[in-house]
C-alpha cells in the first residue's frame, strides 16, 4: 500500500450510525481482531482483550442500557446555552439508536494488571500509568475501524459504555471478570447510510514549525466559530 492508498483508507473511514442486518463473515472478524492485536503500546503491555457479541439477545440488552443511559441524562440538555441551538423537549426521549441493528458488537478490555510490568517511574505514577495505559488502549482502538474500513465494513465508536452504569450492566451480561475495565464498544455492520461530508479543519491551521508564535494558533474566538 502506498500512502494515497492509506490516506484513502483514513478518509474512508466514518461513523456509521445505520446498520444493514446482513450477517459479518467471522473471518472479517478475525482479519479486524487480527489488525488490533498488533497494535503499539506502551512497553508492548498489550493490555487489551476482545468480547465478540453476535447473540441477539446480548446486543439488545447491551443497546437497552446504552438508550437508558441517554434517557437518565437528558435532563442535562435543559441547561444548554442558548448558542447551542434548542434542547430537546422535555419528555422528547432518549436519541434514535441504530446500534441495536449492527450484527455484531466488539468489546475491547484493558486490564489494570499489566500495571506491574512497567518501569517504576510509570509504575508508581498515577498520571503516567493512567496516560500509558489509555494510549496504548486507544491506538488498539483506531486500528480496528480502519481494518473494517478496509473490509468494506462500517462501524461506530459507542463510547458511552465506558459510563459506570453502562459499564457495570456490560460486565455483569457478559461475565467479565473484575479487575478489566471497559474502554468503549465499536459495533459492525454493513452500512445502511451515506455519511455526509466530513468537516476538517485546514492543515495550515493547525502545523506550527519551531517557534510557536501565540500569533500562529486559533483565538477564543476562532475555537468558538469553529465549534458553532
Not at 13 to 35: C, M, N, Q, T, Y
Not at 65 to 91: I, K, N, Y
Not at 100 to 125: E, K, Q, T
Amino acid at each position: 500500500m502506498d500512502y494515497e492508498d492509506f490516506l484513502d483508507l483514513v478518509k474512508k473511514r466514518r461513523s456509521i450510525r445505520r446498520f444493514k442486518p446482513d450477517p459479518v463473515l467471522d473471518g472479517d472478524i478475525e482479519k479486524i481482531i487480527e489488525a488490533g492485536r498488533w497494535a503499539p503500546s506502551g512497553f508492548n503491555l498489550q493490555p487489551w482483550e476482545f468480547v465478540i457479541v453476535k447473540k441477539g439477545a446480548l446486543r439488545s440488552s447491551i443497546a437497552q442500557l446504552v438508550q437508558d443511559f441517554f434517557t437518565t441524562h437528558a435532563p442535562m440538555e435543559q441547561t444548554r446555552e442558548a448558542w447551542q441551538g434548542p434542547s430537546p423537549r422535555p419528555g422528547a426521549g432518549p436519541p434514535t439508536l441504530g446500534i441495536a441493528a449492527a450484527p455484531v458488537f466488539i468489546v475491547p478490555f484493558g486490564d489494570p494488571r499489566i500495571r506491574d510490568g512497567l518501569p517504576m517511574i510509570h509504575r508508581y505514577s498515577d498520571d503516567s500509568w493512567e496516560k500509558t495505559y489509555i494510549s496504548s488502549m486507544a491506538s488498539n482502538f483506531m486500528i480496528m475501524p480502519l481494518a473494517a474500513a478496509a473490509l468494506g465494513l462500517g462501524s461506530q465508536w459507542v463510547s458511552a459504555v465506558n459510563q459506570p452504569l453502562i459499564h457495570c450492566g456490560i460486565k455483569q451480561l457478559l461475565g467479565i471478570p473484575g479487575p478489566l475495565k471497559i474502554y468503549d464498544m465499536m459495533v459492525l455492520g454493513y452500512p445502511d447510510m451515506e455519511p455526509k461530508p466530513r468537516l476538517v479543519r485546514e492543515r495550515e491551521e493547525m502545523v506550527h514549525y519551531d517557534d510557536c508564535e501565540t500569533s500562529g494558533f486559533r483565538s477564543d474566538e476562532g475555537v468558538s466559530a469553529f465549534i458553532k
